[in-house]
């Protein structure tokens, strides 16, 4: 079956530094995949090179087998690639059904209208009320974002990234920051996703990784270290001393 994503030989230096050491991924459609790895790791910088934010020095990229190595950002997405970002970047003044209408509204092409024609697209309203039930955001959807609980604005990031549609979902730690009794549900929603979503997750909490992922790559110095199951990840002695060891600190 034809890889979801997939790197070949990706390398990305940074002057002296390799961030990225002759990385080769292969990641079935489907599939929920975690990138772990100790800080510094390359993890983030893996990211910006398949979402296009960084060229990288040599290698490749396929989406669903399509080389998407030299494609401009937004064609990646338009392609069915989309990410969120450790930062959080939403419209504050916005409410979610504003911010999720915007999103569906510039993917179909018709951003611009939105303002005008706010609340009068059937079509874009109940896509937009899916997406905020899967989110658990219906009782919020006319707050302002600046009032939502940290939680339910990351969740928010996440609906917005899945408005554009995407058949990858590239999410670098998208529960960073969230108190710990809401980073499960943040994490549990992003796994039941529909199956024609393949998620790559970056987190660094051990227990949310091994509660989301079927497959685990492990990153070190910018190389991959090891892939597997979570059972063999988990009883890799090497990866313990690499990054669980690390994290228990
Ligand atoms: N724009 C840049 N210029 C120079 N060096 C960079 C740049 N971006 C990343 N690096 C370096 O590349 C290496 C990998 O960084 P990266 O942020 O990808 O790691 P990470 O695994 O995501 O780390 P963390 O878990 O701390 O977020 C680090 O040594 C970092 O300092």
Not at 164 to 179: I, K, N, S
Request: proline share 4%; charged share 25%.
């Amino acid at each position: 079956m034809t890889p979801a994503l997939e790197t070949r030989n990706l390398v990305r230096r940074f002057g002296g530094l390799v961030a990225t050491n002759d990385v080769s991924l292969s990641i079935a459609p489907g599939t929920r995949h975690a990138l772990i790895g100790p800080n510094g790791a390359g993890k983030t910088t893996l990211i910006n090179l398949v979402t296009g934010v960084l060229v990288p020095s040599s290698g490749s990229i396929r989406l669903e087998g399509t080389d998407i190595t030299r494609l401009a950002q937004h064609k990646r997405v338009a392609r069915g690639l989309a990410r969120t970002f450790q930062i959080n970047q939403l419209f504050n003044d916005l409410t979610p059904l504003e911010t999720i209408g915007l999103a569906i509204s510039e993917y179909q092409g018709t951003g611009g209208e939105w303002w005008r024609l706010t609340g009068s697209k059937q079509a874009v309203l109940d896509e937009a009320a899916d997406l905020l039930e899967t989110f658990k955001l219906a009782d919020v959807m006319y707050a302002r974002t600046m009032t939502l609980p940290y939680g339910k604005r990351r969740l928010l990031e996440i609906a917005t990234a899945l408005a554009c549609r995407p058949r990858v979902l590239l999410l670098d730690e998208p529960a960073a920051g969230v108190p710990e009794g809401e980073r499960h549900e943040i994490i549990d929603i992003v796994a039941s996703l529909p199956r024609e979503v393949t998620v790559v997750l970056i987190e660094h909490d051990m227990d949310l990784v091994f509660r989301f992922a079927e497959r685990i790559t492990v990153l070190v110095q910018g190389a991959v270290f090891t892939e597997g199951t979570v059972e063999e990840i988990q009883a890799d002695p090497r990866v313990r001393e690499v990054y669980l060891g690390e994290a228990s600190e």
